[in-house]
């Protein structure tokens, strides 16, 4: 039996992604998650991992360098945690994929949580590679 997707975040790790995504206004923030992972329904955020917004147009785009983000894997893996999913923000746009998340999305069944300052939400979608598109899930805090 498939669950509706789920990703559990602390409410610390939250308010840190909040935090970053005010103190970059107005580019784009982006990060990984880290914890206990189900590809079909709770996974489940123990940590995140920040890193720098490389992207050409860091106002409307996100990308984590790939040395970086492999450095984060390989933290991750020290620690015992799986790879969760991704986050980043749209300082000035909806809690939804763009058309730019869509096309760039690499890892299936991982969480990509977006938050947003205008409107102040977050919203968490899980990548369907099969079916290319994204799946929304409920963000639960603990």
């Keep these: 039996m498939t669950l509706d997707p789920e990703l559990v975040v602390p409410t610390a ?3 840190a992604i909040l935090e970053r995504t005010r103190d970059g206004h107005p580019e784009e923030i982006c990060g990984v998650f880290g914890g206990e992972y189900d590809p079909d329904g709770r996974s489940r955020a123990r ?9 050409e147009t860091p106002r409307t785009r996100y990308r ?26 749209h300082p000035r746009g909806p809690p939804r994929p763009s ?3 869509v096309a760039q999305a690499t890892w299936p069944d991982r969480s990509y949580l977006i938050v947003s300052l205008e409107p102040r ?14 799946e929304r899930e409920a963000v639960v805090l603990e």
Excluded: C, K, M
């Excluded at 940590?47 to 490389?54: D, G, I, K, L, W």
């Excluded at 939400?121 to 994204?134: L, M, N, P, T, Y």
């Design 13 to 15: 790790v939250r308010d």
């Design 47 to 55: 940590s995140q991992y920040p890193a720098a917004n490389v992207a």
């Design 64 to 89: 984590i360098d790939p040395e970086a983000q492999l450095e984060i894997f390989e933290r991750l893996e020290e620690r015992g945690e799986e790879i969760v999913g991704f986050y980043h923000s």
């Design 99 to 101: 058309e730019t998340d």
């Design 121 to 134: 939400e977050v919203g968490s979608w899980r990548w369907r590679a099969a079916d290319d598109r994204f």
